[in-house]
């Protein structure tokens, strides 16, 4: 493929609600603009952009795919996104890196919420908006319930473009609105036709036109609503113009397997999709956080963002560039900004799926991949030495759902370990500990089918066969009530014998671990044991006297004891100290401590009552709400951290994916009496 320029090239992400037709559509655009010689399928796992294995194993997108077409000399760059929850952090990559947004709509299903979230999307990074309604083959689609669907959505600036004319239930007939031809596809390929009979539903789609014009400008606002009316040319001019601008959202319409409409989709891409010399341009900063503005120029200082990373243990890694200025050529010396270091810039390819071609160098303003940057992340910006600038990052989205991730075979511990930090290079959105204090490898992800590709994945490209538990939660021991106990250890062997005789107070008080003090008078324990018994202290709070979990909160003061002057040693008084500690904290009151979070759960007006239900379910207290924009409600409440395992799944079911929440770790409290008496019967069933 020649190079192209900025002005020449479409950068648009794919994005939609699962099982809108996100991967046909680009199937479709690449097989029809020749880039591909066969029409691949989802169903039958041979499509360009669904090409991992996990992906034609599921039938579904999981990860952002690149594949670049031509089209009236015009390089498109597809970056076809996930529709999937569970896979939003590539639905943030593909977007990061495009100019204006595909947003695919099911013919019969209508506007959901991966709609809104595609909108949402495009919306933060203030690109264009496109949409196409797919599937309207399909006898029980509807094109117009879904066009006034959208128009209820998301207001006027929704415009009609290209429409179907719908005889006997079939859609057969496109008609292109603003330019006023149709096109029949009843024979397979569209052949132009007479304009067909529409009646008053085409004078409202034109008014829907003229609406959106209006919204455009305030010149074109007064016009319309003194009524006077808009001429041919600055209708499509001011099309054009909204579109750019992110005014108006096009409608187009067609059905992507069976091929309709997708020449007339082509090409009101080509005019009415923003370029990207228009809108490539960015801020960034400099090295002393100044904003720095960057036009999209192929001669200037090169600075680039890496979007996504294939970290592949075959193949090496594999780091996907979007060039803002200047370019990115194979031999050159660019610096990272994370880490300062230089970069030697490898072999640069454009990638179409799985397909490699070499390009000479990544123009501003294009999309393309470097080979084996080993010490570059997704995110990272790689700029020219002359001129230091760091372009924004990725925003992914917080995982909610936490796993404990356990190899079926022992000792792959390291093996499991280093797979994760492989998969986590190429999703961000993947987080990975292990927990000291719990003795889990813990995984966090957006949702079960997130950490089931994780699992598929491992074993997959790394040979290591895992399971997945829920994870234990850290618990706490402490005391309430005063207690003075002695510890005293005498042993009897040939030679030097071994005594140490103790005297503890053991008190609650507010710290992390143990506090210890003394006040011992009359050297009746020598200072130099003041230090052993503070270490057989020490060890000993790791097991609590109920269920082993580590004490918190605990003051021991040493006020009294014996020695001997020639049996007492350090090791003598440390076991006397331990020796106080079991028989002092079991009559001190134990109680067992849970952790607490604070949970800020955002979801739409009408499931408030759902979710502060379910808060008072799991033990919380709901602390308040406030509004968190249009429709929408946060509610703060804390709660149990043993009660919130799975309410990232209930959160998504009653929201229907709208919703989102955080959950941070607050403090610990004292458990319920009936909650510790379970925890503490676990706890000897697992020791015995």
């Known amino acids: ?111 959901n919420v991966g709609t809104e979230k595609a909108v949402a999307a495009a919306d933060a990074r203030g690109l264009a908006k496109i949409f196409f309604v797919n599937g309207l083959c399909d006898e029980s689609a509807r094109f117009y319930r879904v066009f006034e669907d959208l128009k209820a959505s998301f207001g006027p600036s929704v415009c009609p473009v290209v429409v179907p004319y719908i005889e006997d239930g079939k859609a057969n007939i496109y008609v292109n609105i603003l330019e006023y031809k149709a096109y029949d596809y009843s024979n397979g390929k569209p052949v132009e036709v007479a304009m067909p009979p529409m009646g008053d539903r085409l004078e409202g789609l034109r008014t829907a036109i003229y609406e959106a014009v209006a919204e455009t400008s305030d010149e074109m ?26 005014a108006i959202c096009p409608v187009f319409c067609g059905d992507a397997l069976l091929m309709r409409g997708m020449e007339q989709f082509l090409d009101g891409l080509t005019w009415l999709a923003p370029s990207a010399l228009e809108k490539s341009g960015e801020i960034a900063a400099d090295i002393d956080g100044n904003p720095v503005e960057l036009s999209v120029n192929p001669d200037g200082a090169t600075a680039a963002i890496v979007f996504k990373t294939i970290a592949d243990p075959f193949v090496g890694k594999m780091s996907f560039i979007k060039t803002i200025s200047g370019k990115v050529a194979t031999d050159a010396q660019l610096i990272n900004m994370r880490t300062g270091n230089v970069e030697r810039i490898g072999k640069t390819v454009m990638m179409r799926g799985k397909k490699q071609e070499e390009m000479g160098c990544i123009t501003a303003g294009d ?41 079926k075979k022992k000792g792959e511990e ?52 895992v399971t997945l538990e829920q994870p234990r939660v850290p618990y706490r021991e402490t005391i309430r009530k005063k207690v003075q106990v002695q510890g005293r250890h005498k042993k009897q062997t040939g030679g030097h014998g071994q005594f140490g005789d103790v005297w503890i107070e053991f008190e609650p008080c507010d710290s992390e671990g143990l506090e210890f003090g003394e006040r011992v008078v009359g050297g009746s324990v020598p200072k130099g044991y003041f230090p052993a018994v503070e270490k057989g202290l020490q060890e000993c709070i790791a097991h609590g006297p109920l269920a082993g979990y580590p004490v918190v909160g605990l003051r021991a003061t040493l006020y009294d004891g014996s020695y001997h002057p020639v049996d007492s040693s350090e090791m003598a008084f440390k076991t006397a100290a331990s020796l106080a500690y079991k028989a002092g904290m079991p009559q001190a009151s134990p109680v067992l401590l849970e952790p607490i979070g604070t949970l800020r759960a955002t979801v739409p007006d009408a499931n408030m009552g759902d979710i502060m239900g379910e808060v008072n379910k799991r033990r919380g207290r709901v602390l308040g709400m406030e509004p968190a924009g249009p429709g929408k409600q946060t509610v703060e409440a804390e709660v149990p951290v043993a009660e919130m395992h799975d309410f990232c799944t209930f959160v998504r079911q009653v929201t229907q994916g709208r919703g989102s929440y955080t959950f941070d770790f607050t403090r610990y409290e004292e458990a319920p009496a009936q909650v510790a008496q379970k925890v503490i019967e676990q706890a000897k069933a697992g020791a015995e």
């Not at 606002?221 to 992110?246: C, D, M, R």
């Not at 966090?444 to 290591?464: M, N, P, R, T």
């Open 221 to 246: 606002f007064e016009k319309y609503f003194s009524g006077e009316p808009f001429t041919p040319e600055e209708v499509i001019v001011g099309v054009s113009k909204g579109v750019k601008s992110g």
């Open 1 to 111: 493929m020649k190079l192209y320029n900025a002005k020449d090239i479409l950068n648009i992400a794919i994005a939609g609600h699962s099982g809108a037709g996100k991967t046909s559509i680009a199937e479709a655009m690449l097989y029809l603009s020749g880039a591909t010689d066969r029409f691949g399928k989802v169903g039958e796992g041979n499509t360009v952009c669904d090409y991992d294995p996990e992906e034609i194993r599921r039938k579904t997108t999981v990860s952002a795919a690149i594949a670049p077409l031509e089209w009236r000399n015009h390089k498109i760059n597809l970056l076809d996104a996930p529709g999937l929850f569970d896979f939003e952090g590539a639905m943030c990559e593909a977007v990061r890196a495009a100019d204006s947004v595909l947003i695919a709509v099911s013919g019969k299903d209508g506007v």
């Open 367 to 407: 999309i393309g991949a470097v080979l084996k940057l080993g010490n570059v992340s997704t995110g990272d910006t790689l700029c020219s030495p002359t001129r230091k600038v760091t372009l924004d990052g990725i925003t992914y989205p917080v995982p909610t759902l936490s796993m404990a991730i356990l190899p």
């Open 414 to 465: 390291d093996k499991v370990a280093q797979g994760l930090f492989r998969l986590m290079e190429e999703d961000p959105v993947i987080k990975f500990e292990n927990n000291a204090e719990t003795h889990q490898m813990v995984i966090s992800g957006l949702g079960e089918q997130h950490l089931d590709v994780i699992v598929s994945k491992l074993k997959a490209k790394f040979g290591v066969e």
